[in-house]
């Protein structure tokens, strides 16, 4: 697996990354020879005819212009832009044309998530798992404003609109974890709006599959919230810490009285919970913004439950919790 | 020792009142000077904290919000209120007229208003500062600017206004190289900083408009609810790219084209050689202002364009490089044999050399469609338009201000430390921006508060290049004000340059000629003329 890259690129790890290089390079080495042309001329020149008292510049003629020198700096860089050209779009033909036999992926990107929708049905949220050695189609569209995909190892990058969908594909060659940037600005969270790329052999890819309708069987309610927590990129804006972010956070939360933006308050159960997951519009806090995206479709009650079980762990004060299934949880836990 | 002339247009008339009522064009320069470096103030100390909070990968002391707003009022400050302005209303007003021969520019009062329009445009922006910020960038992508909670308004409508401003000074130039032309000066003999502010302007006047447009539909999007770019309200946000490449791509050339007129005056003056190519940089002027116009989309690679539009663009991108080139290589020709002065004035246009060569090959980069693909909205980015407009545009106002300035003030900066601070810019400059190619190259995206470990020593590096900028800029800012008092009388002519603005005193006199001068050689016949230099160090 290439780890590093090389000096300019990360390493190369999609079937077009390297023709993608191939041309970097070809620029590079020619704009260096071009660079090195100009300033050492220009160093040249400035030294070697620095002003000296009782020497005057030599304004012969033919100083001033000189046709044949002229076409010549015209016509080789215009050859040479026109190769790069022409290899540019070839290869951009081939980030843009999908093949026929590619898996196709349905990516969504929200303030400030992704989630992946797979054609077995299932869906995962910022991590998009997927074969190496096969073609990936990515079938994408935003629901809020512009983002883009990028995910620099593949050298694949498009846009995500709100009002129409577009398409890119790749297919990746090592197995390994990449990062997947959001590269249109969208608002506070856009730098945190990252999600990873996994890319692995083709029998694990189907036990993932399988794995995608996973429910938390075998698993503690809290412990699967906690899952969920991570995985469907609540971390992003809700910390369990106490800081404030872009939501508020979760410890602490179960049970107390919040304030909201229209003056009443509320206090926090299970049903609020589910409320502001489902319909987060419903019902602000006082003091943030109203940009939750709804979970709808995304979360199924299963896990509605679980991440209500997680909230409710991390309420230290006990007496505010009247469940009995989940003091059961933490006591078994403390064991 | 020269002596300063008793009267000139500083002393002509005195008080507060005869600056602001001022016609003269040399005085609406100067106020331009004081009002855009002091945005140009405001906008550098942006880009400190900026680069201050990126020293680490995690919040360093502001959060998400607050980043978000002080890299937009950096690139919104520094572009509609620094750069575009800068060059033409700063030095093409003070230098033009008297270049060409004229007493003032063909409509002096719509060129006070134009001061005025750009005082009220900056109002605007200041509120916008003032009231909550701005947090959608520079280019204010829909529909994220149509549904944010922060002052967009008030910027947009400042930078419609600010348009108004720029349009005046293009049709007052317009006029003036049209109609004011000294008698002798034939097209082909005006100096190449007339061509570069003719076609500069001509861009001003046909491209800002559709700027103002494209920011006043945002605007009543906004406020009565028009769905235009807003897909929410059946609007679409790609239109909106369409509109604002249309207006900003030509703008990249308002600003970078007025840079390379001065680096044509001051390759010849400070190396007493005939220009190489004059009718080839006149050309690649107006070339490069048609040009402009037709190559927009390749700001949009990947929003999802056509195939044929994208290679289209591309194509058309690559012929943009060739006249940039043929003027580098001309300014190159012209140094050959010259008696090169290492002067100020040519450190600068030195360095433009170095990092304008910089930015225009990245550009070859970006403009390949598959690299592009690759490269777009990364650091690589971010350093190649730095290269262009700060190594490029910058880089040559600071030459043609120090080239300018005894003419403006008729005293000169003490060279010693300009020649210091020029280095700390320089070396400043290339460590804070090359880094940024390279992590840009490795994948780290444009416009991130928080960004993955991989990146923090490329990032470091940046933060500590942006403090050794500062301290050239704070030099210069010492020692440009410390001129004006002490700084000794410069002479009319300092650097024994041939065009017409050096034949009259420094100060000028408030009305430039006492008759029209009549022009009897071209702008650079130093082979027919020699000029004395009037100034020397010791």
Redesign the interface.
């Known amino acids: 697996m290439d780890t590093t890259?090389t000096?300019?690129?990360?390493p190369a790890n999609s079937t077009?990354a390297s023709?993608?290089d191939a041309?970097?390079y070809f620029?590079?080495y020619a704009?260096i020879i071009?660079?090195a042309l100009?300033?050492g001329?220009?160093?040249y020149?400035?030294i070697k005819?620095?002003?000296?008292d009782g020497?005057?510049?030599?304004?012969?003629k033919g100083?001033?212009?000189?046709v044949k020198?002229?076409i010549f700096?015209?016509v080789v860089?215009?050859i040479l832009?026109?190769i790069?050209?022409v290899?540019?779009?070839?290869?951009?033909?081939?980030?843009?044309v999908v093949p026929k036999d590619a898996y196709e992926i349905k990516v969504t990107g929200q303030k400030w998530f992704w989630s992946f929708d797979y054609p077995e049905g299932g869906n995962s949220v910022n991590e998009i798992v997927v074969p190496v050695n096969k073609p990936i189609k990515l079938l994408m569209d935003s629901k809020?404003?512009?983002h883009?995909f990028?995910v620099?190892?593949f050298?694949?990058?498009?846009?995500v609109?709100?009002?129409?969908y577009?398409i890119t594909w790749f297919e990746a060659t090592q197995v390994g974890e990449y990062?997947l940037?959001?590269?249109?600005?969208?608002?506070?969270?856009?730098?945190?709006m990252?999600g990873k790329v996994k890319v692995v052999s083709e029998e694990e890819f189907e036990k993932w599959s399988e794995d995608l309708a996973f429910s938390g069987e075998g698993m503690t309610l809290k412990d699967f919230g906690a899952k969920l927590y991570v995985s469907k990129a609540c971390v992003t804006c809700h910390k369990i810490d106490g800081t404030n972010s872009t939501g508020p956070p979760w410890n602490n939360l179960f049970g107390k009285e919040e304030h909201l933006s229209d003056g009443t308050s509320v206090i926090v159960d299970e049903n609020y919970i589910r409320e502001s997951i489902l319909n987060p519009m419903a019902k602000i806090t006082a003091g943030y913004?109203a940009v939750m995206p709804t979970f709808q479709g995304i979360l199924k009650d299963k896990q509605i439950d679980a991440l209500i079980a997680y909230i409710k762990s991390l309420q230290e004060d006990k007496s505010l919790i009247q469940d009995e299934s989940s003091q059961e949880d933490e006591s078994l836990k403390n064991e | 020792m020269n002596k300063m002339p008793e009267t000139h247009y500083l002393n002509a008339t005195k008080g507060i009142k005869s600056w602001l009522t001022t016609v003269d064009h040399k005085r609406i320069g100067i106020l331009y000077l004081f009002s855009i470096m002091f945005f140009f103030f405001i906008g550098g100390m942006f880009a400190i904290l900026l680069r201050l909070e990126l020293l680490t990968p995690s919040e360093l002391y502001i959060d998400s919000d607050t980043y978000n707003q002080f890299f937009t009022l950096h690139g919104a400050i520094m572009i509609f209120l620094f750069i575009i302005p800068a060059i033409p209303a700063i030095l093409g007003n003070f230098v033009l007229p008297i270049m060409i021969g004229a007493k003032d520019v063909a409509f002096p009062r719509l060129n006070l208003a134009s001061w005025y329009i750009y005082m009220f445009g900056s109002m605007f922006a200041v509120f916008s500062l003032v009231s909550g910020g701005v947090d959608t960038g520079w280019t204010f992508y829909t529909p994220y600017s149509t549904t944010t909670s922060t002052s967009v308004i008030s910027m947009t409508l400042g930078a419609f206004i600010l348009g108004f401003s720029s349009i005046f000074t293009g049709l007052n130039f317009i006029v003036t190289v049209h109609k004011l032309r000294s008698p002798g000066m034939t097209w082909f003999k005006m100096p190449l900083f007339a061509w570069g502010m003719y076609a500069t302007a001509l861009i001003q006047v046909l491209a800002t408009p559709i700027l103002g447009i494209t920011l006043l539909l945002l605007i009543i999007e906004r406020t009565v609810g028009i769905g235009i770019f807003d897909p929410a309200m059946g609007g679409d946000p790609v239109l909106y790219q369409h509109f604002f490449w249309f207006y900003s791509h030509p703008a990249v050339y308002i600003m970078i084209l007025p840079g390379m007129a001065i680096i044509s005056e001051l390759i010849t003056a400070h190396s007493h050689k005939k220009i190489f190519g004059y009718t080839a940089i006149a050309y690649s002027s107006l070339g490069i202002a048609f040009a402009s116009f037709i190559v927009w989309g390749h700001h949009m690679f990947t929003s999802g364009q056509s195939e044929l539009a994208a290679m289209i663009f591309s194509f058309l991108t690559f012929f943009v490089a060739i006249p940039s080139g043929i003027k580098v290589f001309n300014w190159i020709a012209t140094l050959y044999k010259g008696s090169i002065a290492w002067t100020t004035p040519m450190l600068y246009t030195l360095a433009f050399l170095f990092l304008f060569s910089i930015g225009g090959l990245t550009g070859i980069f970006l403009g390949a469609l598959s690299v592009d693909i690759h490269l777009h909205d990364t650091y690589f980015i971010v350093a190649h338009f730095h290269y262009v407009m700060v190594g490029g545009t910058v880089i040559a106002f600071l030459g043609g201000l120090h080239h300018w300035w005894p003419k403006m003030w008729g005293r000169m900066y003490n060279e010693t430390q300009a020649k210091i601070a020029c280095g700390l810019i320089f070396v400043g400059f290339n460590m804070t921006f090359f880094t940024q190619f390279i992590m840009g190259a490795k994948g780290m995206p444009r416009r991130y508060h928080l960004y993955d470990d991989v990146y923090r020593p490329f990032h470091a590096f940046s933060t500590y290049g942006s403090w050794v900028m500062a301290i050239g800029f704070f030099l210069m800012a010492y020692y440009l004000f410390r001129s004006l008092y002490v700084g000794k009388p410069a002479g009319d002519n300092p650097w024994g340059a041939l065009t017409h603005e050096w034949s009259i005193t420094s100060p000028p006199p408030e009305h430039n000629f006492e008759s029209i001068p009549i022009t009897e050689h071209g702008p650079y016949d130093y082979d027919k003329v020699v000029a004395k230099s009037t100034f020397t160090e010791k």
């Open positions: 890259g000096f300019w690129m990360p077009i023709e993608v041309l970097f620029i590079l704009s071009i660079f100009v300033v001329l220009s160093a020149f400035a005819y620095k002003r000296r020497v005057e510049a030599i304004n012969s100083l001033d212009h000189n020198l002229e700096w015209t860089p215009l832009v026109m790069v050209f290899w540019g779009f070839q290869t951009y033909m081939k980030i843009n809020d404003v512009v883009s990028f620099p190892e050298r694949v990058k498009m846009d609109l709100p009002n129409r577009s990062n940037f959001c590269t249109e600005f969208c608002g506070k969270g856009h730098s945190e990252v913004q």
